[in-house]
T-cell receptor, first 115, second 114 residues
Framework: AQSVTQLDSHVSVSEGTPVLLRCNYSSSYSPSLFWYVQHPNKGLQLLLKYTSAATLVKGINGFEAEFKKSETSFHLTKPSAHMSDAAEYFCVVTLRTGGGNKLTFGTGTQLKVEL | EAGVTQSPTHLIKTRGQQATLRCSPISGHTSVYWYQQALGLGLQFLLWYDEGEERNRGNFPPRFSGRQFPNYSSELNVNALELEDSALYLC?????????????FGPGTRLTVL
């Protein structure tokens, strides 16, 4: 079984300040982990992924995440928020072997960026 | 390279009717996944098709069904529509042997049941 917990449903930051979106996962086997972003009335776009290579993963638009097995965490960070980062972010887990690669989504974190 | 496409963009039906949603995967992708994003329920896995066969389904009743065609495009059918079926339905595709396991999503079909 696998599951994902996004610890904050809403996060608000000022433009130019750091972003931290928290995610904890549970998986019986070695997981693949992803962060997807969804802008209003749009589909999902992949930000970054962890698939057992480097534990610090760099993604698009300056985002990065660190896989910490001991803490079962995969938090998403960005050094400096931009207005265009305002969107909903989903932490996602899937099994790297078997399971049909179906994605299990967290409940999402709505990021608000203020001037 | 064209992304995943879905049609229609919006669909309005009444209770008891049937809805058909369509998805065209990225060229070369053989797996298609369907997800439901309903208000308050988050994103939930519906169905997975690969090489024309249903490989896995989520915790949804049998009135949610679909198929995958030889060109790997897919249809999702929802019979006997209920009000709670109103949601954004997302399709995703993936190249089956790609070790990265990521799925590429379409823009979705917004289904409204009145």
């Amino acid at each position: 079984a696998q599951s994902v917990t996004q610890l904050d449903s809403h996060v608000s930051v000022s433009e130019g300040t750091p972003v931290l979106l928290r995610c904890n996962y549970s998986s019986s086997y070695s997981p693949s982990l992803f962060w997807y972003v969804q802008h209003p009335n749009k589909g999902l776009q992949l930000l970054l992924k962890y698939t057992s290579a480097a534990t610090l993963v760099k993604g698009i638009n300056g985002f990065e995440a660190e896989f910490k097995k001991s803490e079962t965490s995969f938090h998403l960070t960005k050094p400096s928020a931009h207005m265009s980062d305002a969107a909903e972010y989903f932490c996602v887990v899937t099994l790297r072997t078997g399971g049909g690669n179906k994605l299990t989504f967290g409940t999402g974190t709505q990021l608000k960026v203020e001037l | 390279e064209a992304g995943v496409t879905q049609s229609p963009t919006h669909l309005i039906k009444t209770r008891g009717q049937q809805a058909t949603l369509r998805c065209s995967p990225i060229s070369g992708h053989t797996s298609v996944y369907w997800y439901q994003q309903a208000l308050g329920l988050g994103l939930q896995f519906l169905l997975w098709y690969d090489e024309g066969e249903e490989r896995n389904r989520g915790n949804f009743p049998p009135r949610f069904s679909g198929r995958q065609f030889p060109n790997y495009s897919s249809e999702l059918n929802v019979n006997a529509l209920e009000l709670e079926d109103s949601a954004l339905y997302l399709c995703a595709s993936r190249f089956r042997d790609y070790q990265g396991n990521e799925q590429f999503f379409g823009p979705g079909t917004r289904l409204t049941v009145l």
